[in-house]
């Protein structure tokens, strides 16, 4: 008899200390354990976790059915299709900043879903869930690489450059003129 895993919410070292819904994907694409496995998109990724972290346990054993649809989803080019749709949910409204960073756009629309549906919540998290995973799945949604999609046109995506300077300071950032460091590339980028 084989054993379901059992999800739990945050980031796990080892699968001895448990799994997310995304490091249960990672495990099942044959990748390394991790809870952003390159076979999912990345703002899809972002959903996703913030779903397994906010469900109940009970809610939780609802979101293995998802593992499998999650996997290949990477080269779906739908970021900005995923963060309105997530936004659509919550009922926020489109902010400017959100074009950078669309993956904290999507995670904290699902968090206000999760929010706003009260003891109802483990059903909405897993309808919008369903949702996001059927529009990178959707045949019309053009395919490209996920660092493309995650970057973007602004170039700030994960792997992007940040932006340099303040806009309403003048000046960049490391102006000799002004006492500030420079902003290099993201921390972790190789």
């Known amino acids: 008899m084989t054993r379901l895993p059992r999800l739990a919410p945050g980031r796990h070292v080892t699968p001895a200390h448990g799994c997310c819904l995304l490091e ?35 809610g939780r054993r609802a979101l293995l059915v998802f593992a499998v649809p999650l996997i290949g989803t990477s080269q779906a080019r739908c970021a900005n299709a995923l963060v309105e749709h997530c936004l659509r949910a919550a009922g926020r409204p489109r902010a400017r900043w959100t074009r950078w960073w669309p993956a904290l756009a999507a995670h904290r629309a699902a968090k206000t879903v999760a929010d706003r549906a009260g003891e109802h919540r483990d059903e909405a998290l897993r309808r919008l869930l369903a949702e996001c995973t059927a529009l990178c799945r959707d045949e019309e949604c053009p395919r490209g690489t996920s660092d493309e999609q995650a970057t973007g046109s602004a170039r700030g995506g994960r792997r992007g450059r940040r932006p340099r300077g303040h806009p309403h300071r003048g000046g960049a950032a490391g102006d000799p003129r002004r006492r500030e460091t420079a902003v290099g590339d993201h921390a972790h980028a190789g």
Request: glycine letters at 2%; charged letters at 20%; a negative charge.
């Open 24 to 58: 249960l994907v990672s495990t099942l694409a044959d990748d390394v354990w991790t809870d952003r496995p390159a076979t999912v998109h990345p703002v899809l990724g972002a959903v996703a976790r913030c779903v397994n972290d906010l469900s109940t346990p009970d």
